[in-house]
């Protein structure tokens, strides 16, 4: 049913209107593919066990999207928010009702055609005050939403580093005295190179947003509080501080490794050191987005899955999912459901230990 359901989706995909395309989502979830597949959860070490429950189901809740999911938050509203990035739309998904738009366009928004595979927006996250924050990828700014409605006022907290375009923000995440760290990687410019004639900065670098949760709403960027924290990683992906805020993660997609950053008080980072590193296992799949549980394990995009980490860098197991994951994010009221963008599905499975929401 995985094959036969997806492979026609895919092949006629640019044919359809979105409305078509929703309608055919909306019957395979009525037809049963939210269901519990057939899986196995890979166990590595005993430290898995307080986490990951025996009777633990991966779950496909949507299926049918564009080629790449992504940038997956729960609202505080309790629903799922991700980025149909190749379609240049954002998703919204409430539990028990099929997904439908969201927004469109979430990225590019010319008027002539994009010339790249990735004319949408990526990561996205929440601040304190429950307002979706957003990596606008192709768009290459960041951006929140005032209220969670696509036709809420917009306000671009940064859009440039010392007078030059930002490359792509990829994703994204807010330190709790309201500061944004972001990474900006060129994978939302046409050729995602880093020759790439619309590419102004030489760097793809790691960002912070002074005081970002504080800016108020549609005031334009303050780009005096744009600093560069990281400048040496060739494809800085997805981040995620630690519970006590002491070490920041980034999937550096580039060497296909997780690393860990030290946080100076001042909110700047320390030298960065290699946190765990699976070139050893061929599988299809590599790091990207991630996020921590409260007890500080890490779960990201792997091969063969979403691999969990223990705060020490050890790889505890392995979610193996049937297709190549790009992020995850926790939600439900408990903060217990890891929710999954994979490809062209959303996947979800319910843990022990709640994670770090934002």
Partial sequence: MHRFTQRPLLEYHKRMTIGQRFCII?????????????????????????????????????????????????????????????????????????????????????????????????????????????????????????????????????????????????????????????????????????????????????YRVLAARQQKPGAPPDRAKLQLVIKDLSRPNGLAFSPDEKFLYIAESGRNVWMRYPVQTDGSLGDGALFLDPSSDKTPGGPDGIRVDQNGNLYGSGPGGVWIISPEGKHLGTIKVPERVSNVAWGDKDGKTLYITASTSVYRIRLNVPGMKP
């Fill in 26 to 206: 909306a019957l395979l979830l009525a037809s049963g593919v939210s269901s519990a597949l057939s899986q196995e959860i890979q166990k590595l070490d005993p430290a898995l066990d307080p986490v990951m429950p025996a009777s633990a189901k991966l779950e496909r809740i949507a299926t049918g999207f564009n080629k790449w999911t992504e940038g997956p938050v729960w609202t505080r509203e309790g629903s799922l928010l991700f980025a149909e990035i190749p379609s240049n739309n954002i998703i919204l998904l409430v539990p028990g009702q099929a997904p439908r738009v969201f927004m469109h366009p979430s990225g590019y928004e010319g008027s002539a055609p994009f010339k790249g595979p990735e004319p949408g927006s990526n990561g996205m996250t929440l601040d304190a005050d429950g307002r979706v924050t957003v990596a606008g990828h192709a768009r290459r700014n960041v951006w929140r939403l005032e209220s969670l409605n696509s036709q809420a006022q917009v306000t671009i907290l940064a859009d440039s580093f010392q007078g030059k375009k930002l490359n792509s923000p990829n994703d994204l995440v807010y330190k709790s005295d309201g500061s944004l760290y972001f990474t900006d990687p060129p994978y939302g410019l046409p050729s995602q190179s880093d020759n790439d004639p619309e590419k102004e900065l030489q760097i793809n670098g790691v």
